[in-house]
T-cell receptor, first 113, second 109 residues
Framework: GAGVSQSPRYKVAKRGQDVALRCDPISGHVSLFWYQQALGQGPEFLTY????????KSGLPSDRFFAERPEGSVSTLKIQRTQQEDSAVYLC???????????FGEGSRLTVL | RKEVEQDPGPFNVPEGATVAFNCTYS??????FFWYRQDCRKEPKLLMSVYSSGNEDGRFTAQLNRASQYISLLIRDSKLSDSATYLCVGYSSASKIIFGSGTRLSIRP
């Protein structure tokens, strides 16, 4: 399809494992965002890319979280040494331009045991 | 204090009723505002933009009051299909797109 694609949709990790979540944005979309959404809460901003440049990573909760978008298209969010509090849905969104409408993927639901 | 705050609800109203939600924001530099809708276990989707002059899209009306730093969403003649969580969103820069916690709406037959 032509929408934002995220994988895996579901991930169960043991505490301490590393995980990698992938986002394939809509082709041609310059801006890419990662959000973390806990149950019953709104999406919380993690990081923002404009093409391959990570312009804002102020929302990453700790240095265990790392995101990249090396060729300005696909992005990966990596979480090292996962903790139980990392359990959430991780949403990726892209937009054609900054301040434009955000198009979200279906999210990756991470459960850390 | 969160940058964008909403009444979490839930609002439980009968079909056909009119319902309104407010959202307040603390960052006066916020430039643009939107309402997104999120269905249970789905991703958020844009519902409508919010303009200072107010805007209407069918049964939905959005208003922005910059002096008091709040935005509102009014839904008239509510339908069962309007049941969802409504997220208030503020843009204060290209990267600072902040979501409220959402207001849950449930329409009963």
């Amino acid at each position: 399809g032509a929408g934002v694609s995220q994988s895996p949709r579901y991930k169960v990790a043991k505490r301490g494992q590393d995980v990698a979540l992938r986002c394939d944005p809509i082709s041609g979309h310059v801006s890419l965002f990662w959000y973390q959404q806990a149950l019953g809460q709104g999406p919380e901003f993690l990081t923002y890319f404009q093409n391959e440049a990570q312009l804002d990573k102020s929302g990453l909760p700790s240095d265990r979280f790392f995101a990249e978008r090396p060729e300005g298209s696909v992005s990966t969010l990596k979480i090292q040494r996962t903790q139980q509090e990392d359990s959430a849905v991780y949403l990726c969104a892209s937009s054609r331009r900054s301040s434009g409408e955000l198009f979200f993927g279906e999210g990756s639901r991470l459960t850390v045991l | 204090r969160k940058e964008v705050e909403q009444d979490p609800g839930p609002f439980n109203v009968p079909e056909g009723a009119t319902v309104a939600f407010n959202c307040t924001y603390s960052n006066s530099a916020s430039q643009s505002f939107f309402w997104y809708r999120q269905d249970c276990r789905k991703e958020p989707k844009l519902l409508m933009s919010v303009y200072s002059s107010g805007n209407e899209d069918g049964r939905f009306t959005a208003q922005l009051n910059r002096a008091s730093q709040y935005i509102s969403l009014l839904i008239r003649d509510s339908k069962l299909s309007d049941s969802a969580t409504y997220l208030c969103v503020g843009y204060s820069s290209a990267s600072k797109i902040i979501f409220g916690s959402g207001t849950r709406l449930s329409i009963r037959p």
